[in-house]
């Protein structure tokens, strides 16, 4: 289960808002073991295209350096899909190398500015998705 805060939830739909048509993707990144998605990360999408997403190698580099100098991991990676359900597609499985993420897909298609807006959380190991339970949550207990 993602455990969330309402905050963190809401920046991540707003960034997918916000790059719509284009595809959204970024990070959210926690303390190393803990499983808590702490400080959101958007990213710039490379291929700047509704239909993929891309991290720029440079900028994934230097947030990984960070995150490693701050003691911490990817506790979520997310994206939009700008014109399909908030569900992986084969290539973003073929992308999915972090197995202690969390796989965050927010949907955009059919929706106006208001939403509803489809918010989906996804583990993805050796190619096998499960779907799994989002808590939302005003902060960590």
Do not use: W
């Amino acid at each position: 289960m993602l455990t969330i805060t309402q905050a963190l939830h809401d920046q991540i739909v707003a960034h997918a808002r916000q790059d719509h048509p284009d595809e959204a993707c970024g990070v959210v990144a926690g303390p190393v073991g803990s499983g808590r998605p702490e400080r959101f990360i958007p990213m710039l999408n490379a291929a700047r295209s509704p239909t993929f997403y891309e991290f720029d190698s440079g900028d994934l580099l230097k947030l990984y350096r960070e995150m490693d100098d701050r003691d911490e991991e990817p506790v979520v990676i997310y994206h939009s899909h700008t014109a399909t359900e908030a569900y992986p597609s084969r290539t973003d499985i073929s992308y999915a190398n972090e197995p202690g993420a969390h796989y965050v897909l927010v949907s955009t298609a059919d929706t106006d500015d208001a939403g509803p807006f489809q918010f989906r959380s996804f583990r993805i190991v050796d190619g096998e998705v499960t779907e799994e339970e989002v808590k939302i949550v005003e902060a960590y207990g």
